[in-house]
């Protein structure tokens, strides 16, 4: 009798290339992060090579030898598929020509960063609403893209000369076709969007105060907000793990409810199209009484995540609105005198562990004196019925 055996599907394995250039600021690539997209995504990382460009050439964004060259270890290396994180300076309308030529030279697919981002979105979502919007982020990814897929196959279709005339190319039909959707889904999250408002509404008239948790993905807002409420709000060490915005009744001091939000976390150069789709959800920080502003303390780039949530803060509208800075997982933190570094190079910031619950008193009576400078008017007015 012949035996069966489970064979477990082998992950991709994708070769990651940081491409920086001379006119590139230091942070603007991070090759650490882009392998931390790639393993949230799943992928085994067959390599991750860093290539300086002193000239940008339009056909691969380097000279052609050197695209040769990651052509040859790639074969090498048995890639599966090639992920790029372009230099942020290289015009937007010429990633997906380049990305064609990458593929023509490789024989395999070509992702860049921001799609790698978009498909970690669209392998999370658990609501209605986070579909819709990685939907549409998806469609406006794949817009300018489509020339690639159908660069052979634009033939004229639908109609007779001299009857009904030449017809439309398959690229033209299937261009339209995104674009209904596009409107389709933008009318849809405008509803959601509303149903967003009326709920908002109801809390605002309750009187409750709101308190979003922000900061850059994967620093711990999820562990902090269920270590604060009793919650059990999904936690994994990966990047994106929450998508949607979670909110719990808390009492930072007894007699004093409040509402703590949970929300997306940010990253460096999130993609356009995420942020567009995803507004409405950010807006949840900007209708905040106060923000929480959760730093991981063991990350070593956590000045860059910090300036990179202050940046979406201020594009969000939030950036007026009073903020407690919090550096999380100083459990983590083995070398002496750096939590008091930290502390020192961020002023007034509280220093926790989610995971210990340590520091928790100290947060909670800032939360408190906080909203009552507000109450006061000291601070922000968005707290006028409390």
Known sequence: MQQLHETKERKKRALLVSIKTSSSPAECSSPAELAG?????????????????????????????????????????????????????????????????WEDLTGIPVLDRQELIIQIFASRVTTREAALQVQLAELHYRLPRLTHKYIDLSQQRGGHYGTRGAGETKLETDRRTIERRIHKLEKEIEQVAKQRQVQRRQRERQGVPVCAIVGYTNAGKSSLLNALTGSAVLVEDKLFATLETTTRRFEPVPGMAVLLSDTVGFIRRLPHSLIKAFRSTLEEAARANILIHVLDASDPNIENCYQTTITVLG????????????????????????????????????????????????????????????????????????
């Open 37 to 101: 997209l790639a393993e949230t995504l799943e992928l085994d990382i067959a390599g991750h090579e860093i290539v300086n460009v002193r000239e940008r050439q339009p056909r691969f964004g380097m000279g052609s030898g050197k695209a040769e060259e990651l052509a040859d270890m790639a074969a090498r290396l048995e890639a599966d598929l090639l992920v790029f994180d372009w230099d942020p300076h290289l015009p937007e309308k010429a990633r997906p020509s380049q990305q064609r030529n």
């Open 315 to 386: 594009e969000l509208g939030a950036g007026e609105i009073p903020a407690i800075t919090v550096l999380n997982k100083t459990d983590l933190l083995q070398e002496d005198g750096y939590k008091e570094a930290l502390i020192a190079r961020f002023p007034q910031s509280i220093a926790v562990s989610a995971r210990n619950h340590t520091g928790f008193e100290e947060l909670k009576n800032e939360i408190a004196v906080t909203l009552q400078k507000t109450r006061s008017g000291n601070v922000n007015p968005n707290l006028s019925a409390w």
